[in-house]
Nanobody, 115 residues
Framework: QVQLVESGGGSVQPGGSLQLSCTAS????????MSWYRQTPGNQRELVAQ???????NYARPFEGRFTISRDNSRNTVSLQMERLTPEDTAVYYC?????????WGQGTQVTVSS
């Protein structure tokens, strides 16, 4: 069982930046893949970025160049740095872990981009 706790959500103006963090209940170096997803009302949850314990990082095309995912093994934390935010980035952002053939989700953190 893996517990994931997100933090860092909030409100920001268009063009601003925000960093989300996800802390896992066990060593993330043992977790195959950690990812960030997001979901807006009425839409399916979509992948934003993915990080493997082998060092690979992948981004969904809309987020390449604006968002950066990173791991801090010493803190068991995966972060998502978001730049040049637009109102279309308003969503609930979820941390996701895949390990041992199982998936785990955090509770989500709200990001609102508005002037």
């Amino acid at each position: 069982q893996v517990q994931l706790v997100e933090s860092g959500g909030g409100s920001v103006q268009p063009g601003g930046s925000l960093q989300l963090s996800c802390t896992a209940s066990l060593r993330i170096s043992t977790i195959s893949t950690m990812s960030w997803y997001r979901q807006t009302p009425g839409n399916q949850r979509e992948l934003v970025a993915q990080s493997t314990n082998g060092g690979s990082r992948n981004y969904a095309r809309p987020f390449e160049g604006r968002f950066t995912i990173s791991r801090d093994n010493s803190r068991n934390t995966v972060s998502l740095q978001m730049e040049r935010l637009t109102p279309e980035d308003t969503a609930v952002y979820y941390c996701h872990a895949f390990t041992g053939g199982r998936t785990f989700w955090g509770q989500g953190t709200q990001v609102t981009v508005s002037s």
